[in-house]
């Protein structure tokens, strides 16, 4: 659990930092406060600061001085500074320092929020603040579409970031030994760097990221230097590489990235070569639609209710039209489903493939439904073995966030922790190290992959769809939906039912 300290001469500042955020929904036990930079050095003489979060003006010590003197006193702790428009020119210094992130004030509460989960993730996972940290923050949450044009704009002048480029592509490289991957990812980058503007960060599944940026790119043609670079260096079968589709606004480099990410994901792990391409419906709304009922399946908890939706989803595929490609499409849902439950499992696609999907599926009607069904079993004892490797406080906070938006009850970490008698930062804290996401990032997925089954039915209006999945507000649901797809609910809709 962690400790943070909030310093700014305003008293009105603090009261929003403090308000703005479910501080314990993060896991933070302790929350300190200080109004200038003297009163926050005394701070560190009584507790271990996880992370500061400093304005710049103050009097008697200035935020840059207190990150001075805290780097001396604790080089561990974690920094983020609250400027004013018009203080850029300390940024650069700030950047010196080891800062990772600076907010502009006034202080907008979703932003506060994601930075803070951002600093946090670093924290858990022991990256230390250096000279990259804010410009990898940057990408990174560029890459997810998780930064506003504005704020991204005003990054990018300061961290040298090109947004003027025609069009942008994310490339992805992920180990397939227990080896370095810097000679693979120095030899990319430089092979790159001739033609394009090209940035690398480490994403959260420890992949590296390229974003590359110029006049007239293709994903063929990068593909091609990607993996000549790779084999130059001797990556070949020890490093797999995916590109996504380039993109003519920076806006819309999650999509790229996302293609990419899905390639690595859903890859077939007997596939010996080394550049991976996503499966022609693996970011399609048909895929995410599929993946979706496999979902409730697998967490409904009720046995005789789960084998009848595996018998009336074998059905639909089977009247539907089945190929070969309708058990591949299949079985890279099941992977999808549980590679996003259960990040931390590094074998899971190899797994299903291993134990749960048949050679070669058969041609005659009842001998796939027999086979789908037979899948389903496996895959069921993959998901439920992977389950219960969690705690078992985690695995109910699961099932209730899931209960509830299928219900569409009202749900929230503080009503669960009053209801069962838990520490709410505790909570937070073990369901963040167990799977991957805070409490709300979860509760915000699980309310977008409901809503997208709801779409299916042409009836069902948007609004009502948001009310379903727990939203208050339809114009909130739009927008979050537009962050975590891409496109507004509507559109999507469009595309989905042309399947």
Request: proline share 3%; glycine share 6%; aromatic share 8%.
């Amino acid at each position: 659990m962690y400790t943070i300290l909030l310093v700014d001469d305003e008293e009105s500042v603090l009261e929003v930092l403090r308000s703005s955020v479910n501080w314990q929904e993060l896991g933070v036990e302790t929350l300190l406060t200080a109004s200038d930079g003297i009163m926050a050095l005394e701070q560190f003489e009584h507790a271990s600061i996880d992370l500061l979060i400093a304005d710049i003006r103050m009097p008697r010590m200035d935020g840059l001085t207190l990150i001075r003197r805290v780097r001396e006193l604790s080089p561990e702790t974690h920094c983020i500074l609250l400027t004013a428009y018009g203080e850029f020119e300390y940024a650069k210094e700030a950047i010196s320092l080891g800062v990772e992130n600076y907010l502009l004030k006034p202080i907008i509460r979703d932003e506060i929020e994601m930075n803070v989960q951002n600093a946090l993730n670093n924290i858990y996972q022991k990256r230390h603040s250096s000279d990259q940290l804010l410009l990898e923050n940057t990408l990174r949450r560029w890459s997810q579409g998780n930064i506003g044009s504005e704020e991204l704009s005003d990054r990018a002048v300061v961290l040298g970031i090109n947004l003027y480029r025609a069009s942008y592509c994310a490339v992805c490289m992920v180990k397939k030994n227990k080896i370095s991957m810097k000679p693979f990812r120095d030899a990319c980058m430089e092979a790159l760097a001739g033609s394009f503007d090209v940035n690398g960060f480490w994403d959260e599944k420890e992949r590296y990221v390229m974003i590359v940026g110029g006049r007239e790119l293709s994903a063929e043609s990068l593909t091609e230097q990607v993996w000549q670079a790779v084999k130059a260096a001797g990556g070949e079968g020890n490093v797999a590489v995916a590109i996504g589709a380039p993109v003519s606004e920076p806006e819309a480099l999650h999509l790229s990235y996302q293609i990419a990410v899905d390639a690595i994901e859903l890859s077939d792990p007997q596939d010996s070569s080394g550049v991976l391409s996503a499966p022609a419906d693996s970011s399609g709304f048909q895929s995410d639609l599929l993946s979706g009922e496999v979902q409730i399946l697998l967490f409904e908890k009720e046995e005789e209710i789960r084998i009848n939706g595996y018998r009336h989803l074998a059905m639909k595929m089977c009247r539907q039209g089945w190929s070969e490609e309708s058990g591949r499409r299949l079985v890279r849902a099941c992977i999808q489903v549980l590679v996003k439950e259960f990040p931390g499992q590094k074998d899971l696609p190899e797994r299903i493939y291993r134990e749960a999907a048949p050679g070669k599926w058969p041609e005659e009607a009842e001998a796939v439904k027999s086979e789908i069904l037979s899948l389903f079993h496996k895959v069921h004892g993959i998901f439920k073995e992977c389950l219960e490797q969690r705690s078992p406080i985690v695995q109910r906070t699961i099932y209730y966030i899931r209960d509830g938006v299928f219900n569409g009850e009202g749900i929230s970490l503080k009503d669960f922790c009053t209801r069962f008698g838990m520490n709410p930062s505790y909570l937070g804290h073990i369901f963040k190290t167990e799977t991957g996401l805070f409490f709300n990032d979860y509760l915000m997925r699980c309310r977008i992959e409901r809503s997208i089954v709801l779409l299916r039915n042409p009836n069902r209006k948007i609004k009502d769809i948001a009310e379903d999945v727990g939203f208050a507000y339809a114009s909130y649901y739009i927008k979050c939906f537009r962050s975590y797809k891409g496109i507004s609910p509507t559109m999507y809709r469009q595309e989905l039912l042309k399947g």
